[in-house]
């Protein structure tokens, strides 16, 4: 398993505003406690900030395991923002549409996703996404 070598005092890279401890941080750092996100949108911001960190366990633990690749290798991106749209919950389903930019190859590029997640026993997973394809130029 990869060591978190992010600062606990830094911003979180979800850009919540918050402190990486007291965001994704805990919920990073408690997965192996039982200490899981609380919403779908915690979630999914947990889920962006491991993928900025490199923390694929996580990534792996927090996706359903109907959806779940066996395996997972990151592309090597640098993420650098990401923006939530839109996020609700009813029940135990739940969906959140968000905007996460990075660079790849020194090309700037935007992935829009609508993600849905399932509350099973008191604890939520990733699902699955629909990517928005971008707008061809002109229409």
């Known amino acids: 398993m990869?060591?978190?070598l992010h600062p606990a005092h830094a911003p979180c890279p979800c850009e919540s505003g918050e402190p990486y401890a007291a965001c994704c941080g805990q919920w990073h750092?408690?997965?192996n406690e039982g200490v899981h996100a609380?919403?779908?949108e915690a979630l999914m911001?947990?889920?962006?900030?491991a993928y900025?960190?490199?923390l694929i366990d996580y990534l792996l633990a927090t996706w359903h395991p109907s959806t779940a690749p066996g395996e997972l290798?990151?592309?090597p991106v640098k993420w650098l923002g990401l923006?939530?749209?839109h996020a609700q919950s009813a029940g135990d389903a739940g969906v959140v549409?968000?905007?996460a930019r990075c660079r790849d190859g020194g090309r700037a590029q935007r992935m829009h996703e609508t993600s849905r997640f399932v509350r099973e026993a008191g604890r939520w997973y990733y699902i699955d996404g629909q990517v928005e394809e971008p707008a061809e130029p002109g229409r």
């Open 2 to 4: 990869k060591k978190n």
């Open 29 to 31: 750092a408690g997965l």
């Open 38 to 40: 609380p919403t779908p």
């Open 45 to 49: 911001r947990s889920r962006y900030s």
């Open 52 to 54: 900025v960190l490199g």
């Open 73 to 75: 290798e990151l592309a």
């Open 83 to 85: 923006e939530v749209r």
């Open 97 to 99: 549409e968000f905007v």
